[in-house]
């Protein structure tokens, strides 16, 4: 009798935690939404890169660190996303960099934008990561060379990267990471939502979410 009471015990007290850690993640959830909807400016920045049409429905903004191995993991996981939905998902890449010298290698980022190429120098960036990321510490003069060999002008890179202008860009992406309370990368906002908590999967169903919402 004793040994049933508890066994029930232990299912009440089971339960009663399971209920709270729910109701805590959901609270948690409810939170961040607010925080984005009440920054909901600071989510994309007319100036910022981006992929995809722009009267696309549904938008992604990833939060990114360049030397983040997480964010190269899931850069294709992103891509292939937006390759089942070509018409109908946009992405807007804000750059976080918190690794240590990250920030100039955001600048050669920015820099190859202004001649055309910003996706194609991610892309190498973020498939040559080992090349140039050592221990968590960005090496941005071996980063240059592999963004340089896409035909880009050198003097004019290295010139942009010492631009104000985009010294001023980075502080903007940090700030409103900030108002976002985005702490780690990749981070994600779907249609201005955060991600109920981390992984593909999660980012997977955020998208068919708003796709749903968006294309019925």
Known sequence: ???AVFVVAGLI???VFVTAVLLNKAETVEQAEQVASLNSEALSRPEAPSFGPA???VTIVEFLDPACGTCRRFYPLVKAMM???PDRIRLVVRHVPFHENVDQVVALLLAAERQGKYREA???LLDAQDEWVAH???QPERAFPLVERLGLDPERLRADMNDPAIAARIRQDMDDARALGVEKTPEFFVNGRPMPSF???QLKQLVDRALAEAYR
């Open 136 to 138: 968590h510490v960005a």
């Open 13 to 15: 007290l089971l339960a």
């Open 55 to 57: 009267d696309a429905r």
């Open 83 to 85: 390759a089942e939905q």
């Open 122 to 124: 991610l892309e190498a």
């Open 1 to 3: 009798m004793k040994k």
């Open 199 to 201: 992984g593909h999967d």
